[in-house]
């Protein structure tokens, strides 16, 4: 148990921090797949073909390919397509790409697939009429998606939105590889100089198992507070 | 755009899918009796019983599947106790401890999968068995079983595919399987969007070819 401590000879805070950074690896990519969602979205529902296919092939390409490959793919190639973009406007010298923002964007791009799916699925499911009824009343059309759609879209889509939440949480532990000192990669560091892997990564799976669970009581707290009046 | 270099890395790819397949194929057959164990311990009245089924299942749920892999591998091996008994032959071997970890976690979710099939089976098909006077023990294996595993069927092929992308761990404990490979490929060649897109679309296949299988299954097996 000493092993756990904080400070110099222990590795309880170094784990600490490691748990803090997945948190904020997984909720930056959360934020980044609903960014990705609030494009791909309407553009699954748009009455246009071709816009269906780009969507279409985004979600379909990113659930069916392993996580790990798309972090592969943008660990060893993000920071070659900044700087071939940066080449075009002029800047030659080499670029880094922080393993946060690979990671997260990696993670993000993933989650915003399933976060798609999810929000077309509750959009898919509102009734008609309520986008009539908003209409008919002369509310703009900002007021109509911000006030009268999306509030009931969100009491349909958190439930699924929380398992969302639990994959890219989940996710987040494949950046490891990628060099982010997280749960999982300093798990590894600690067991690799202290030759006890099982102990560590019995607290990884602890640690994973904790988040896993205070999230689940938020959710269900934030489920409880969009089903007013239902 | 390097279509040399695709056309050079897939044979590589494709035996090295071939693992990819064997993996997910072995986890598979694990899986699907611990989850049909754990689907049974579930559904029994009995709380402890129930507790440990839930327990497992929550905790396989809960925690990434890297973890259980890193545990099984690297964890496993530092007790004693168990690199002198005959599971260590098992043990050693990445191949099984990679299949053990898969097994573990498609069990897991396989489980809950059979728990709500078993559920939701109308209570009118059981007490029609029972008025025939068929035995509990038949009315169990030759009519809920059947009809719980097609009920399950969509969501299965559902976990068939996230266990497909499941196998791409295997990587992370030295095996090469087709997202190994595509890693040693991408790190000598950095060709990341070439091989990516190789790689992936053999990935692709094959979640489209399951995703037939399965609905194809539904449809032979549909009530109807």
């Keep these: 148990m000493e092993l756990l401590n904080f400070g110099d000879n222990g590795w309880g805070d170094e784990l600490a921090i490691a748990t803090l950074m997945t948190i904020a690896v997984s909720i930056t990519a959360m934020i980044i797949g609903f960014a990705f969602a609030a494009i791909f979205t309407p553009l699954k529902l748009s009455k246009k073909k071709y816009l269906n296919l780009i969507s279409n092939f985004y979600t379909t390409v990113i659930r069916g390919v392993p996580e790990l490959l798309v972090i592969y793919l943008f660990f060893f190639g993000g920071s070659g397509a900044i700087m071939y973009v940066a080449s075009i406007f002029g800047y030659n010298d080499y670029i880094e790409i922080n393993a946060f923002i690979t990671g997260s964007f990696s993670i993000g791009i993933i989650s915003g697939a399933y976060s798609t799916e999810v929000f077309r699925g509750a959009l898919q499911s509102i009734d008609k009429g309520q986008f009539e009824a908003s209409k008919v009343l002369g509310i703009s059309k900002f007021g109509q998606f911000y006030k009268i759609i999306l509030p009931q879209m969100l009491r349909l889509a958190i439930p699924n939105l929380s398992n969302v939440w639990q994959i890219t949480l989940k996710d987040t532990s494949l950046i490891s590889v990628t060099g982010l000192v997280e749960i999982m990669r300093q798990s590894y560091i600690a067991a690799g100089s202290t030759r006890d892997p099982l102990f560590f990564y019995s607290w990884a799976a602890v640690l994973y198992l904790m988040l896993t669970y205070l999230s689940m009581k938020f959710i269900n707290k934030l489920e409880i507070r969009y089903k007013r009046g239902y | ?224």
């Design chain 2, 1 to 224: 755009m390097d279509l040399e270099l695709m056309i050079s890395s897939l044979p590589k790819l494709l035996s090295a899918a071939i693992v990819t397949l064997k993996l997910l194929s072995a986890s598979l057959f694990f899986g699907l009796f611990i989850g049909l164990l754990f689907a049974i311990l579930r559904i029994s009245k009995n709380v402890l019983i129930n507790k440990f089924a839930y327990v497992y299942s929550y905790v396989f749920r809960g925690t990434p599947l890297l973890v259980q892999i890193f545990i099984i591998y690297f964890g496993l091996a530092q007790i004693e106790y168990l690199r002198t008994s005959f599971l260590w032959t098992i043990l050693k071997e990445p191949y099984w401890c990679a299949i053990i970890a898969f097994a573990l976690n498609t069990g897991a979710y396989t489980s809950e999968i059979l728990r709500s099939a078993f559920q939701t089976i109308k209570p009118g098909i059981i007490e029609a068995g029972k008025s025939l006077g068929i035995s509990n023990k038949i009315i169990f294996y030759k009519i809920q079983i059947p009809v719980a595993i097609r009920q399950s069927l969509p969501a299965y092929g559902n976990e068939i595919i996230l266990m497909m992308k499941g196998t791409s761990l295997a990587s992370t404990v030295t095996l090469m399987d087709l997202t190994g490979v595509a890693k040693y490929i991408i790190s000598t060649t950095f060709k990341p969007i070439e091989v990516f897109i190789v790689a992936g679309g053999i990935y692709l296949f094959m979640t489209f070819i399951i995703h037939n299988v399965i609905k194809y299954l539904e449809k032979k097996y549909s009530f109807q």
